[in-house]
Every structure is written in structure tokens, then in C-alpha cells.
């Protein structure tokens, strides 16, 4: 599977921004998915992930309650919706893929055999 992640950019502390996962080249149903960040001189990080269904996700304890991740397997899309954004939350963010995977093996900064797309870059202002 061919992953594409998209809608980064600048905004405000406290405001909002949609990233996107588009997938193509396999049926994504079938893949668990999830959200990845490294900010500059840190390691990658888990951010969210989301099971085949949709029906399980997984959020790090960072952006609970803030974030959330969906998809739409009809659009073979993975959305990740951040509210109340923080100066902290800047970084690249990555999308990743696993075939048959769980949210479980999501976590972590270094999920094993999976498909990642291109970073696409978030910056939150103070």
C-alpha cells in the first residue's frame, strides 16, 4: 500500500487542523493505521491509531482528548482531527500502515513491517 499524508501547516496555539492519510494500491480495510510525530532532536513517537474497522483506537496520553483519529475505508482515507493545538504538537507527523495489523502494534515509535507515507510538517505558533 501507497500512503499519502496531507493538511499540515501553520496555525495558532489553541486552534485546529485536519491531517489526512490517503491510501492506494491495496485494500485498505485491511490495514490497521496510525499517526506518527518527531519533532526536531526527539524521537518518533506514537500518536493515534485506528483498527481495521475503525471500531478500536489508541490515543497517546499527549493528545487524548484533544485529537482524534477516523477513517473512511470508502474513501481509503485515515483522518486525524487535532483541536486545542499546543506549541508542543509541532513536528512532522506520519502516517503508517499495517496489513492485518492491530492498534497494539501501533504504539510505540517503531511499529515493525509496515507501509509509511511521506511526512507533511505541523507547526503551532504561541
Known amino acids: 500500500v501507497q500512503l499519502q499524508a496531507s493538511g499540515g501547516g501553520l496555525v495558532q496555539a489553541g486552534g485546529s487542523l485536519r491531517l489526512s492519510c490517503a491510501a492506494s494500491?491495496?485494500?485498505?480495510?485491511?490495514?490497521?493505521v496510525g499517526w506518527f510525530r518527531q519533532a526536531p532532536g526527539k524521537e518518533r513517537e506514537s500518536v493515534a491509531a485506528i483498527s481495521m474497522s475503525g471500531i478500536s483506537t489508541y490515543y497517546a496520553d499527549s493528545v487524548k482528548g484533544r485529537f482524534t483519529i477516523s477513517r473512511d475505508n470508502a474513501k481509503n482515507t485515515v483522518y486525524l482531527q487535532m483541536n486545542s493545538l499546543k506549541p508542543e504538537d509541532t513536528a512532522i507527523y506520519y502516517c503508517?500502515?499495517?496489513?492485518?495489523?492491530?492498534?497494539?502494534?501501533?504504539?510505540?515509535?517503531?511499529?515493525?513491517?509496515?507501509?509509511w507515507g511521506q511526512g507533511t510538517q505541523l507547526t503551532v505558533s504561541s
Open positions: 494500491g491495496r485494500t485498505f480495510s485491511n490495514y490497521a
Open positions: 503508517a500502515a499495517k496489513f492485518y495489523g492491530s492498534v497494539q502494534d501501533m504504539g510505540g515509535g517503531n511499529p515493525t513491517n509496515v507501509a
